[in-house]
């Protein structure tokens, strides 16, 4: 079998087949996109120190060393992945960014076949799906947005304050916790400007209390079962006094505005006509799940999303999503990945060729 993608996600998976008896590399192989171990983690900004990191659940088994709180979670976690892959012997290949996955034949239990950029092709039994959300970025289409001038960037491809360092107005675009850090940044460098679609709820506890945690977390799972497309979960659990929220009250940059109708060559306007000139634009709007790779399985519905049933995807038993929709958090990671990894071993031991081999490298 195959899991695709080595973030937090598919090493808790990779674990859990391990512990489960599947043999590294006869049995499973992870593949990943990266060159590098970390998963998203080696591409946040500098800026995002661990300290920023909230919430942040250690990997199945592994407990993190005590860490300074100033290092940047992009130096300081993929050393802590790396570890993780050697000391557990994870069959992780890099990189090999998978671009299809088709089945063989039109039988349920057929065998999938996994294809790669590189041409390398894999053919297996069952699939867990681990690839995040971080290679692709969600940009919302505003009329105008291809005449703007100035500088325009999502979230994803920000590097820090200092390249605004001079500019006359920032605005940032979003309600979640990126944009509020970046507006944090920023603040301390140029003036910004903060529009999100619908008002921003400002929570006093800093951590999620259960119940918030929990219906965030169902109202996903009721979307991802219904065939709907994941959503975020901010909208439902708020913004907490982070560190970078606080520092962002304090250099006055929380006070948001609505969403504006469109963007001109140099600024943007206001459906009632208020118009501000502003030299960058940054979207902090969020991710979409990459899952393109699997469109030949035809696992989505009218709806636009994958029905899921636990970690299964509803229209193909040889196919989990973990990192997806409600486990799109580093303990929803390590929770699903263990469910997929339960149901995958009983799959392959129960369908129809259980003594096919699980996995097999086909000649490129
Ligand atoms: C800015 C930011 C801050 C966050 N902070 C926190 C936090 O503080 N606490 C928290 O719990 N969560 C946080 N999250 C969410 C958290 O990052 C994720 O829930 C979790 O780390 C994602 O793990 P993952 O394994 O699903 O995905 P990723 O870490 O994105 O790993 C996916 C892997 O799949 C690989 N991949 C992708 N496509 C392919 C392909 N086609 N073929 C092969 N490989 C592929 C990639 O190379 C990557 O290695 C944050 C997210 C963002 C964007």
Do not use: C
């Amino acid at each position: 079998m195959v899991v695709i993608g080595a973030g937090q996600a598919g090493l808790s998976t990779a674990y859990h087949l391990r512990r489960r008896g599947l043999r590294p590399f006869e049995d499973f192989v992870v593949l990943d996109g990266d060159a590098a171990p970390g998963g998203a983690w080696q591409h946040r900004p500098s800026s995002l120190t661990m300290a920023m990191v909230h919430g942040f659940h250690e990997l199945p088994g592994a407990p993190l060393p005590p860490l300074a709180p100033l290092l940047p979670a992009r130096d300081v976690l993929p050393g802590y992945f790396a570890a993780y892959e050697r000391d557990n012997e994870l069959p992780v290949l890099r990189p090999v960014a998978v671009t299809s996955v088709r089945s063989e034949s039109p039988a349920p239990d057929a065998r999938l076949l996994v294809q790669s950029g590189s041409g390398r092709e894999w053919s297996a039994r069952a699939l867990v799906n681990a690839t995040g959300t971080w290679t692709r970025p969600f940009v919302p289409r505003y009329p105008g947005a291809e005449r703007f001038r100035g500088r325009m960037l999502h979230s994803s491809a920000y590097r820090g304050p200092e390249e605004f360092r001079g500019m006359g107005t920032v605005l940032v675009v979003g309600g979640g916790a990126s944009a509020v850090q970046i507006l944090a940044e920023t603040a301390a460098v140029a003036r910004t400007l903060w529009v999100t679609r619908t008002p921003p709820v400002f929570r006093d506890d800093p951590f999620v209390p259960q119940e918030l945690g929990r219906a965030a977390v169902a109202m996903v799972e009721e979307r991802v079962r219904a065939g709907l497309p994941p959503r975020s979960v901010v909208s439902v659990t708020g913004l907490p006094p982070s560190p970078a929220l606080l520092l962002a009250r304090e250099r006055g940059a929380l006070h948001r505005l609505p969403m504006f109708e469109r963007i001109t060559e140099d600024g943007v306007v206001w459906l009632d006509g208020h118009a501000e000139h502003v030299d960058a634009i940054v979207w902090a709007t969020g991710f979409r799940a990459a899952v393109g790779h699997l469109a030949l399985l035809g696992l989505r519905e009218p709806g636009g999303g994958i029905r899921m049933d636990g970690t299964r995807a509803a229209r193909d038993p040889r196919v989990h999503l973990v990192g997806y929709g409600p486990s799109a958090s580093t303990i929803g990671a390590n929770r699903a990945g263990r469910a997929a990894a339960v149901a995958v071993d009983r799959y392959l031991k129960t369908t129809a060729a259980p003594s096919a081999p699980a996995l097999a490298a086909l000649p490129s």
